[in-house]
C-alpha cells in the first residue's frame, strides 16, 4: 500500500524555516506577520463557558446539542440574513479538519475533481488529494472547468490570501451554474465577519441562493472572530441532505466537537460585543501595517476583508521574504497559496500591538 504522505506535498511551512530563524535574529526580536494565528486573549465570557462544562464525563453529540444548532441558526440569521433551519447546521473540529476530510467524507473517486480558486488556502488541494480525487485550481471564470468531472467546487470568500470577496452578483452566478450541472458548491466564509471596506455576503443569503439551499454549504469558523483557534470549533450550513448525509458518517468514525466547546461556542455566537472589540484591534493593526508597507514601496492588491495584507514589490515572493527577514519581519511567501502569487507576500495583522509597533518602526527606518 502506497503511504497516504506519499501522496502529499512537502508541508510548506517547513520552507519558511530559514528565514524565521535569520528574522529571529534581529536584536529586538521577530515580528512574526506569517500565520494568522490569534494572539489575543479568549473573551472571559468564552472561558467560564468552558470552564462551566468541564464536568462532562459522557460522549458528546455529533450533530451537536439542540442549543448549539439553535445558536448556530440564530447567529446565521442575526448576522448574516440567513435562514437556516437549527437541523441543517453541524459542529465540526475546527474548519481545516473539514476542508481536509470533506472530498474522502462525500466518497470521491480517482478521476472525480475538486476545484479550488488559483490562489488559495493550501488545504483544499490536499483534501482532493486525500480522497484519490485529482485536485484542479480555476481562474475566473469557474465556467472553464469540466463540469462532468468536477464533483466539489470550492469558493473562499473573503479569501485567504488575497481578503478578495465575491460580490452578490458573482455568488449567484456561480451558484447557477453549479446547480446546472449538479456539482456541489463549498463556500469557506471563515473571514466574513472582517470585512474592511466591504460587507462580506454569505452563500446562503437569499439574494444568492434565491431562498433555497439546494447543493450549497456554507463554512464556518470562531477561530478569528472570537480567539478561538486553539478550541477548535467550526460548523457547516446549507443543504440539508448533505448536512445528513454528514452527519451519518461523523457519527460512524466520532467526528465529535467536545461538549465544553460546543458549550463555549454557544456563548461566542451569542455575544457580538466581543467581535465589535476584536475587529477594533484589527482594524488598527491593519492601519498601521498597509500604510507602514506602502510606504516602503509595496502595492497592496484586494485585501478588502480578512486577516491579511496581499502585498508585492515586483520581485520573486522569496526575495521579499529574504529582504525583510533581514529586519526581523517575517511573512508568507504567496507561492504558497498558488503559483500567481509567486510575486507576492501575505502580510497577517494578527501579532499583538506592540510587535505590530516595531514592524511599522523598522519598515520606516
Partial sequence: MRAVSARLPVFPWDRLEPYKAAAAAHPDGIVDLSVGTPVDPVPQLIRTALADASDSPGYPMAWGTPALREAIAGWLKGRLGVAADPDATLPTIG?????????????????????YPALAYPTYEIGALMAHAEAVSYADPVTDLDPARVKVLWLNTPSNPTGRTLSADE???????????????????CYIELGWDVDPVSVLHPDVCGGSHEGLIAVHSLSKRSNFAGYRGAFLAGDPAVIK???????????MVAKPVQEAMIAALGDRAHVVEQRERYARRRTALRTAFEAAGFTIEHSEASLYLWATRGESCWDTVGELSKS???????E??????????????????????????????
Fill in 336 to 365: 504558497f497559496y498558488g503559483e500567481a502569487g509567486a510575486r507576492f507576500v501575505r502580510i497577517a495583522f494578527t501579532a499583538t500591538d506592540e510587535r505590530v509597533a516595531a514592524a511599522v518602526a523598522r519598515l520606516n527606518g
Fill in 328 to 334: 526581523g519581519i517575517l511573512v508568507a511567501p504567496g
Fill in 171 to 189: 455568488l449567484r452566478r456561480i451558484v447557477g451554474w453549479a446547480r446546472e450541472h449538479g456539482i456541489l458548491l463549498v463556500s469557506d466564509e
Fill in 95 to 115: 474548519s481545516k479538519e473539514l476542508v481536509g476530510w470533506l472530498p474522502t467524507l462525500l466518497g470521491l473517486e480517482p478521476g472525480d475533481q475538486v476545484a
Fill in 245 to 255: 448525509e454528514l452527519l451519518g458518517i461523523r457519527k460512524h468514525t466520532g467526528m
